[in-house]
């Protein structure tokens, strides 16, 4: 089973500026609950009990969105308001939660290495809360979690995206075990458009196991000179197994502001309205 879920949340957010100036993005509401919560919901959902959350300089919010605050509760005691902070202190009593500051962004890669004291010598999910996963029945985290079980490697959420979206993503080449699995072979982050092994998108999903850690200690600075976890992944498929999954379920890019209104949208007809 797989207990702990890290969420890398130390990024600058630079694409929805001027709002993450201060804010953490991850705190940033789709209705009326931030990303980072939807991913904890899911790593419940999904059996994980202990998160894990790399932070960094201006992300208080995200520690205090995760603890009580006493002034609060007791201003709305007793008042029909109180309903509203439910499913959070659910949330709250469900999971321990730890941190970690990452001193310097040096990219995903670097960020789950610097996790490594929270998650210690398990194999562990990730979340990127920014990418917001909607599934009515199975999460996409409980979706993979069955899957490890099952494989007992590391599983890469993957999405079809068209051709010319996939210089924005880590993009993966493989052999098809299943409609939905695919044992991955090659991997390119941001390829150059044309140059692309396949319009299979990796998303901020993964299972990894924990020797991922040496590996990333290994790895060197990539594209944009940040550690990149897709060359670490695929030094690990080299050396072993990594799987794609092709998801079931919808995914917004909520670091972007189409997704993220895209998200509003779906999430206030289907999830608050009912
Ligand atoms: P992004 O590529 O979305 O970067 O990071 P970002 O800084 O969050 O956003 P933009 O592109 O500037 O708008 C993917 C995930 O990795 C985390 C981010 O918090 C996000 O969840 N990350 C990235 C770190 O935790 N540390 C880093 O050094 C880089």
Do not use: W
């Not at 199975?138 to 979706?143: D, S, T, Y």
């Not at 099952?150 to 993009?171: L, M, N």
């Not at 075990?177 to 458009?193: C, G, H, N, Y």
């Not at 030094?235 to 919808?250: I, P, R, T």
């Amino acid at each position: 089973m797989i207990k702990k879920c890290l969420f890398p949340a130390a990024g600058y957010g630079t694409r929805f500026l001027p709002a993450t100036k201060s804010m953490p993005k991850e705190m940033m509401p789709i209705v009326n609950k931030p990303l980072i919560e939807y991913g904890v919901d899911e790593a419940i959902q999904a059996g994980m009990t202990d998160m894990a959350i790399v932070t960094g300089r201006g992300k208080h919010a995200l520690m205090d969105h995760f603890d009580m605050n006493y002034e609060l509760e007791h201003q709305i005691s007793g008042t029909a308001k109180e309903a509203l902070l439910n499913d959070i202190r659910d949330v709250i009593d469900s999971a321990n939660f730890t941190y970690i500051r990452q001193r310097e962004m040096k990219g995903l890669g670097h960020a789950i290495l610097t996790g490594r004291e929270l998650v210690g010598d398990n194999p562990f999910a990730v979340v990127l809360a920014d990418d917001l996963c909607i599934n009515e029945e199975q999460g996409v985290l409980a979706q993979m979690a069955a899957l490890y079980k099952q494989f007992r490697c590391t599983i890469v959420a993957v999405e079809e995206v068209p051709r010319e979206e996939t210089h924005k993503y880590g993009v993966i080449a493989g052999e098809p075990l299943t409609d939905s699995i695919i044992r991955v072979t090659d991997m390119v982050e941001k390829p150059e458009p044309g140059t692309e092994p396949s319009n299979l998108a990796i998303i901020g999903r993964y299972v990894l196991t924990p020797d991922i850690f040496e590996i990333l200690e290994n790895t060197v600075p990539g594209k944009g000179g940040e550690i990149q976890i897709t060359d670490a992944l695929l030094e690990q498929a080299k050396n072993g197994c990594v799987l794609a999954y092709k998801f079931k379920g919808k995914r917004f890019d909520c670091g972007s502001v189409e997704g993220f209104i895209e998200a509003t949208n779906y999430c206030y007809e289907n999830i608050y309205k009912k």
